[in-house]
């Protein structure tokens, strides 16, 4: 049979070895275990995890990766094996982070956090004349309605007791129809596996933390996996029977997805809009049912944060350029921050490229998957219409990931033949082996298949161990010790309504708790004049931007370890310019230091004439 | 109908009626918590797909052009339908969440009532039924 023909026939009276492929599995599970158990994550440098990672991490990675493929390639295998194997690297990956760290990563889950605390405190939406430009969350609310509901519903304190575990909850979600959309084109047991491997270790973009759009790209590769399967042409297809049934399934996806995200139901658009390209699965239903209920909302829920952002989104469409751009602020500084961006990038790089290889090569294959194709280039659109705010590149890359990785999977794998070239070769050949090459015009088929295993063995080791770098090489910003966690609750508790925190950048724990009653002003957000002013004169400037707190709100001024690693690596403030405003700050009579600990300081600024 | 296929159409309602006496049990408690999850992640769309589910299979599936295994068509279904649980279950929490808390009337409690009434409801209507019998679930050749 064509996808398959060059796998070896079964042996039988083997039954023993059957099992064999739990030995790599335990074993690389077993080195996680005790890899995590011996790395300390207190003292992290630039390299973030990286370097701090047990050398067992990396070998049991080896283990793990190498035992998939030659499992994978097996065809005496289960199809449970890949599926072991690629349960295992989802621990290794997702996981990891969350076992390590004592307290939840990235502020971006902190401030999702934030807005689910204050559903909870609000009880109802707000809009921007009460809580300013968070009301952007009560606009597209799903997400953290669903998370308040789950946090009374489990009885904890707030989302941060579980949201340390999300990237591994979202990364198997996204299992179910990644699987379906590449069973729809192949039924190549190492094809679809190897595609769902490349998917994940490409995957570093970082959105498979506690935030909506990590729900919204389930959803979105969810209602894909239906069209592609369910809809079509009729006449060619499968007719209209049934539509309205899965209509009404398609609807509820793209419901939760239009109430809880702004940019996927844009993707998922043009993708829809991609796929009706295929004369095959030429069906507007699902397009019009996506772009009716996304302009529903975005005319009436979404209305106030549209109306407001409108001029901004369409200056930038067609600035391709400033919509690929990063801003200040995301320039990669130091060794470590250098060295983890460019392995992002390589990774990225490499499995574009194997995407590339692998559709020039696989001809057969290209055109049987051609909607996945399409799919995959059909984010690309995206960068001409926004910047996402100077995330447009990486969002694009995740949407693209699904198609790109099943078309690189493709290039490790040998070429696929119809049915009639592979009778063909089948009668042209000694016809022990129907695909064995002709003698005298290729290598012989022991080493052709040493090629075949060593060769996209190696590359899978490479993205494998390249994920670690650009997934986790920014753990130094992302990861705020429980003492950061314990002074930033400690100034919250103390915070009269009405006050305001001013702090160098927004990166650190519960930066946006009781935002509807506590202001923020983070001064390296603000012209580059008044930072260079800020660092000037420190204690005097800040003082002057503090002044207008009302009573009985006060002025607070935070650093933390978390400010100072986002600023150093970014190529903001370096870490003596921070010190040296702490110092400014921590000896001037304007202010008093009110709470301080081994992660950072807090200083109130005095009043005026006022008793203290 | 048999015992067996009752039992599989009530686990669901029984499911989010465990999940709201569970409520009574501790904040934070490892069993409270298995309740709430495992009715939120599946409990929704199990009913609902059950409920469609003899209508959503009228109309045939799309699959790879080529094939060897009698099993694979199958084994996509079922992962289809579990991939549907999942998200029917998802999309129903957060869609039903959002209502009541746009309304004012949000609370954990009202957001599990709601989901396990929808359940109960939908375990207990005549399954949805197309306007022809099945035909076989995945075309053969039928990608391009």
């Known amino acids: 049979m064509t996808d398959l023909s060059d796998l070896p026939p079964v042996r039988p009276g083997r039954r023993t070895l059957a099992a064999w492929p739990a030995v790599p599995l335990l074993a690389a599970l077993a080195l996680w275990v005790y890899a995590v158990r011996h ?15 047990h050398p067992g991490f990396w070998a049991g990675l080896v283990v793990l990766t190498a035992g998939f493929w030659f499992t994978v390639r097996d065809p005496r295998r289960s199809g449970g094996w890949p599926a ?13 982070q969350a076992v390590l760290y004592p307290t939840p990563l990235y502020a971006w889950a902190w401030k999702h956090d934030g807005v689910v605390e204050h559903l909870l405190t609000a009880g109802g939406l707000q809009t921007a004349d009460r809580i300013g430009d968070m009301a952007v969350y009560d606009q597209w609310p799903g997400f953290f309605a669903a998370q308040a509901a789950l946090v009374r519903l489990l009885g904890v304190e707030s989302a941060a007791v579980y949201m340390a575990w999300w990237p591994l909850v979202s990364s198997l979600m996204l299992l179910l129809p990644l699987l379906l959309i590449y069973r729809t084109f192949t039924e190549d047991r190492r094809l679809i596996w190897t595609a769902v491997w490349l998917f994940y270790v490409a995957n570093w973009v970082g959105q498979d933390y506690f935030s909506p759009q990590s729900v919204a790209f389930v959803l979105h590769l969810g209602v894909l996996a239906v069209v592609l399967r369910r809809y079509g042409r009729s006449g060619e297809g499968p007719g209209r029977q049934g539509q309205a049934v899965w209509t009404a399934v398609v609807g509820v996806m793209v419901v939760t997805i239009v109430i809880s995200h702004q940019l996927t139901p844009g993707m998922l658009v043009v993708s829809l809009l991609a796929l009706c390209l295929v004369r095959r699965y030429r069906d507007w239903v699902p397009v019009v049912t996506t772009v009716v209920i996304f302009l529903a909302w975005c005319l009436t829920a979404a209305l106030p944060f549209l109306s407001a952002a409108l001029p901004d989104m369409i200056r930038s469409v067609g600035d391709v350029g400033g919509n690929v751009a990063t801003g200040y602020g995301t320039t990669p500084t130091g060794t470590g921050a250098v060295a983890t961006s460019w392995a992002a990038r390589l990774l990225s790089g490499s499995v574009l490229l194997l995407a590339v290889a692998g559709v020039w090569r696989q001809r057969v294959l290209r055109h049987r998957a051609m909607p996945l194709l399409l799919v995959a280039a ?54 022990a082996t129907p695909s064995a090459p002709a003698a005298g015009r290729r290598p012989s088929l022991p080493a052709r298949r040493g090629t075949r295993v060593g060769g996209p063995l190696l590359v899978l080791l490479a993205g494998t161990l390249a994920f670690v770098p650009s997934y986790s090489g920014k753990d130094r910003i992302n990861y705020f010790p429980p003492q950061e966690v314990a002074l930033v609750r400690q100034l919250f508790d103390r915070a009269a309504e009405g006050s305001t925190v001013v702090a160098a950048n927004r990166n650190y724990p519960l930066a946006y708790a009781s935002y509807g009653t506590i202001d923020h002003y983070w001064f390296l957000d603000d012209d580059r004049r008044h930072v260079d002013e800020i660092v000037r004169d420190p204690a005097a400037t800040l003082a002057r931007d503090m002044a207008g707190v009302e009573r ?10 978390g400010q100072v690693a986002n600023s150093e690596m970014n190529g903001q403030l370096t870490g003596a310019q921070l010190d040296r405003i702490r110092k400014s700050v921590a000896g001037s009579e304007l202010f008093r230091l009110v709470a301080e600990n081994s992660a950072g300081v807090v200083y109130e600024l005095r009043r005026e004439g006022g008793a203290e | 109908m048999t015992p067996q296929e009752l039992v599989v159409r009530m686990l669901p309602p029984f499911g989010g009626w465990l999940a709201l006496a569970a409520l009574a049990l501790p904040g934070g408690s490892p069993l409270r918590g298995a309740a709430v999850a495992v009715f939120l992640a599946a409990g929704p769309g199990a009913a609902l797909v059950g409920l469609c589910g003899p209508a959503l299979h009228v109309r045939s599936a799309r699959g790879p052009v080529e094939r060897r295994d009698p099993d694979f068509a199958r084994r996509s279904d079922l992962l289809e339908r579990l991939m549907l649980i999942v998200l029917l279950s998802t999309g129903a929490v957060m869609i039903v969440a959002t209502v009541l808390i746009a309304t004012h009337a ?33 075309q053969k050749g039928s990608a391009p």
């Open chain 1, 552 to 561: 009985p709100g006060r002025a607070y001024f935070l650093l933390t370890q």
């Open chain 1, 39 to 53: 790395t300390d994550v207190s003292r992290l440098d630039d390299f973030g995890l990286v370097t701090a990672l």
């Open chain 1, 84 to 96: 072991a194997y690629v349960l295992g690297l989802l621990l290794m990956e997702r996981a990891t």
């Open chain 2, 106 to 138: 949000f609370s954990g409690q009202r957001v599990l009532l709601a989901l396990t009434l929808v359940t109960t409801i939908a375990a207990f209507c005549p399954r949805l039924r197309g306007a022809s019998p099945p035909t076989p679930r995945t």
């Open chain 1, 378 to 431: 059909a984010p690309l659109l995206m960068v001409v219409a926004s910047s996402y705010g100077s995330e447009m590149i990486f969002r694009v890359l995740m949407f693209m990931l699904p198609g790109v990785a099943f078309f690189a999977a493709a290039a490790l794998l040998p070429e696929v033949r119809t049915l009639a070239a592979e009778a063909g070769a089948g009668a042209r050949g000694t016809g």
